[in-house]
């Protein structure tokens, strides 16, 4: 079964400060990793995925994430921290079958302080 | 870009009513969701649709139904809302392959008093 973990519920980072958020999987076979981002009272909007190819991924608004097969993770960073970046962050998975659904991790709340 | 509205950000209904969420893709998506998010819990599926007139159970259908006649709506029926079913719910679309990502709607925040 997929699974997706979010191991944080909150980060603080100080503004211009790299950030790191972190996320670890587990599905059958080989992965379709994302990233979201929720600002408040909104949908989420995509950030960046990972389908193949390139480990290190480029999104928008300066973030990348770093597929890392040995250690099922795909982490979220961004060199320089802005206060606009507080919001939470969802990763999600699935498999590359058809039918599998995307599973949603449970959330981050990133906090970027002045 | 891929739009995907929803009727109301905000409704407020009571207890026992039935309440009609809509959900509108402009991109000709084969794919939509509904979600109910909740703090601490993240996005759970409520339901998916395929294709016109199909439709699946997610992880939690319980007390919610869904219609889908045209490829571009698809609406979540709470057939007699209870308070627990106080939540934000948020539509998705997406393209039929693998790999794409959902496009989300704005959310509506339902509160059942």
């Known amino acids: 079964a997929q699974s997706v973990a979010q191991p944080e519920d909150q980060v603080n980072v100080a503004e211009g400060n790299p950030l790191t958020v972190k996320c670890t999987y587990s599905v059958s076979g080989n992965p379709y990793l994302f990233w979201y981002v929720q600002y408040p009272n909104r949908g989420l909007q995509f950030l960046l995925k990972?389908?193949?190819?390139?480990?290190l991924v480029k999104g928008s608004y300066g973030f990348e994430a770093e597929f890392n097969k040995s250690q099922t993770s795909f982490h979220l960073k961004k060199p320089s921290a802005l206060v606009s970046d507080s919001a939470l962050y969802f990763c999600?998975?699935?498999?590359?079958?058809?039918?599998?659904?995307?599973?949603f991790g449970k959330g981050t709340r990133l906090h970027i302080l002045p | 870009d891929v739009k995907v509205t929803q009727s109301s950000r905000y409704l407020v209904k009571r207890t026992g009513e039935k309440v009609f969420l809509e959900c509108v893709q402009d991109m000709d998506h084969e794919n939509m969701f509904w979600y109910r998010q909740d703090p601490g819990l993240g996005l759970r599926l409520i339901y998916f649709s395929y294709d016109v007139k199909m439709k699946e159970k997610g992880d939690i259908p319980e007390g919610y139904s869904v219609s889908r006649e045209k490829k571009e709506r698809f609406s979540l029926i709470l057939e007699s809302a209870s308070t627990n079913q106080t939540s934000m719910y948020l539509c998705a679309s997406s393209p039929l392959v693998s790999g794409y990502e959902q496009y989300f709607g704005p959310g509506t925040r339902l509160t059942v008093t």
């Open positions: 990972y389908i193949t190819g390139d480990n």
């Open positions: 999600a998975v699935s498999g590359m079958n058809r039918d599998d659904k995307i599973i």
